[in-house]
T-cell receptor
Framework: GNSVTQMEGPVTLSEEAFLTINCTYT??????LFWYVQYPGEGLQLLLK?????DKGSNKGFEATYRKETTSFHLEKGSVQVSDSAVYFC???????????FGTGTSLTVIP | DVKVTQSSRYLVKRTGEKVFLECVQDMDHENMFWYRQDPGLGLRLIYFSYDVKMKEKGDIPEGYSVSREKKERFSLILESASTNQTSMYLCASSFRQYTQYFGPGTRLTVL
């Protein structure tokens, strides 16, 4: 079946530090992979996505590369800001069916 | 600009009340979803719908029902609210298996 595992938080970083949030997946076929971000008190927003192996999704300084050989889609940012404090969710959708599968979320706090 | 709206941001109800949560999308999406979000548990799918009048159970449908009479509107119904249904409820929509777009969420408290 399909599932997503992401690193547990919470993660606390100083401003301008390097961020990595690990995400691995199990899926049949060729899934599309996503990172969503949830700011306090809000719904989820799409941060970036990749639809096939070796694709790199990027947005707002965040990047993630679809690695089929390691079944991973790790989120990275070179220099985090206080405004990046949020909960980050890794997700996948299969190439059949309409369901999304979400990880449990990783809370990030960036301190000045 | 894509938009998913939910009828309330905050809602307080009493045990045993019937509760309606409504979600509207303006993107002509076929698929609509209801999730609940609880600390440490992430998002759990309650129900989804892939067409008008169609519905499928998700992972935790017990205690909930849904209605989709029009393509743009998907309602979640708590037939008899209980305290363990206190949660954040998130609605989403998508075109086929592509990106899901989320509403702002409804934080429901059942007393």
């Amino acid at each position: 079946g399909n599932s997503v595992t992401q690193m547990e938080g919470p993660v606390t970083l100083s401003e301008e530090a390097f961020l990595t949030i690990n995400c691995t997946y199990t899926a049949t076929g060729y899934p599309s992979l996503f990172w969503y971000v949830q700011y306090p008190g809000e719904g989820l927003q799409l941060l970036l996505k990749a639809t096939k192996a070796d694709d790199k999704g990027s947005n707002k300084g965040f990047e993630a590369t679809y690695r089929k050989e390691t079944t991973s889609f790790h989120l990275e940012k070179g220099s985090v800001q206080v405004s990046d404090s949020a909960v980050y969710f890794c997700a996948l959708t299969g190439n059949t069916g309409n369901q999304f599968y979400f990880g449990t979320g990783t809370s990030l706090t960036v301190i000045p | 600009d894509v938009k998913v709206t939910q009828s309330s941001r905050y809602l307080v109800k009493r045990t045993g009340e019937k509760v309606f949560l409504e979600c509207v999308q303006d993107m002509d999406h076929e698929n609509m979803f209801w999730y609940r979000q609880d600390p440490g548990l992430g998002l759990r799918l309650i129900y989804f719908s892939y067409d008008v009048k169609m519905k499928e159970k998700g992972d935790i449908p017990e205690g909930y029902s849904v209605s989709r009479e029009k393509k743009e509107r998907f309602s979640l119904i708590l037939e008899s609210a209980s305290t363990n249904q206190t949660s954040m409820y998130l609605c989403a929509s998508s075109f086929r298996q592509y990106t899901q777009y989320f509403g702002p969420g409804t934080r429901l408290t059942v007393l």
